[in-house]
């Protein structure tokens, strides 16, 4: 499992007291997971490295037939391989989320190949963290981090929903992060941006889609010691393993809640809806220092 070095320290007491009351995790049991996928096509997006290969192992090992998209060929390759060699099923598709183009010819692809597809995990993501006065000319940090964590989402989604309406049967598992829930943070404008808009974009479609049971997972994801959050200075804040963030996707596979958070996540958003502007006064001195 491919996680961070700061991922493999040995925690302290302390440490893991504050993740097990900040950050509950839930794990399916073997049997639950595998009787809701067992045979069923699950396509994982950002399935070559962190959470999402992880997840993949897991609902492989289910009996899911597991469909790996990212960019890296080499990388998909050798992990389809690794779960053949276990005894489960997975099958390589790269795309860059990034490419409309590609994006739509993997969504037709896959369901010319495998006729339909019962479960979408939309883990691919980007993280950028830079303060705006970096950023003046760097407009690409925001179309980058909109394609990938925005359109590139919605554009496979628009392929492959009608299917699952006229199916009458899917899932689709958004991994988000608590911060979309929490105020706006500074230095975090291009990620936070892109990730709220594809969460409230599936949250609006959400209602429409329920009637022909299609149902939808907002797993707001806390903080993750992974190969996207090393380059930002995390390394000392109590965070779950990949391990840990993966048996949530798989929580959310097996019981379909309609959202999965950490419990104080949706207080402090209640919260800071009401205070808005003390929110932001505090954010604005907490910058200046």
Do not use: C
């Not at 006229?166 to 829930?181: D, E, K």
């Not at 049971?213 to 090393?230: C, E, F, I, N």
């Not at 019981?255 to 502007?277: E, G, L, N, Y």
């Amino acid at each position: 499992m491919d996680e961070t070095p700061v991922a493999h320290r040995r925690r302290s007491l302390a440490e893991r007291v504050a993740i097990r009351l900040l950050y509950p995790t839930f794990r399916p049991t073997a049997e639950s997971l595998r009787e809701a996928v067992a045979g069923k096509v699950v396509l994982v997006t950002g399935a070559s490295h962190g959470i999402g290969k992880a997840s993949a192992r897991k609902l492989a090992a289910a009996g899911a037939v597991v469909l790996l998209v990212a960019r890296s060929r080499a990388e998909l390759e050798r992990l389809a391989a690794d779960i053949t060699a276990a005894g489960g099923v997975a099958h390589a598709h790269p795309a860059d989320l990034t490419d409309p183009d590609a994006v739509d010819r993997l969504g037709r692809t896959v369901l010319s190949e495998y006729g339909h597809i019962d479960v979408v995990i939309s883990n691919a993501g980007k993280s950028i963290r830079r303060p705006i006065a970096e950023s003046y000319d760097r407009f690409h940090d925001f179309t980058r981090t909109i394609d990938i964590n925005y359109l590139g989402p919605v554009r496979l989604l628009l392929t492959l929903l009608p299917d699952m309406r006229a199916r009458g049967h899917g899932h689709i598992v958004n991994v988000s992060t608590w911060g979309v829930l929490m105020p706006p943070s500074p230095r975090w404008s291009a990620y936070g941006a892109s990730k709220a808009a594809f969460d409230v974009w599936l949250r609006s479609v959400a209602p429409e889609i329920a009637g022909d049971d299609v149902t939808t997972t907002s797993v707001y994801m806390p903080l993750v010691h992974t190969r996207m959050s090393a380059p930002t200075d995390f390394g000392r804040m109590p965070a779950l393993t990949v391990d840990e963030a993966s048996d949530l996707v798989t929580h959310a596979v097996t019981a379909k809640p309609r959202d999965i958070a950490p419990w104080w996540a949706v207080r402090v958003q209640a919260w800071s809806a009401v205070h808005r502007d003390q929110v932001q006064r505090f954010m604005e001195r907490r910058f200046r220092r």
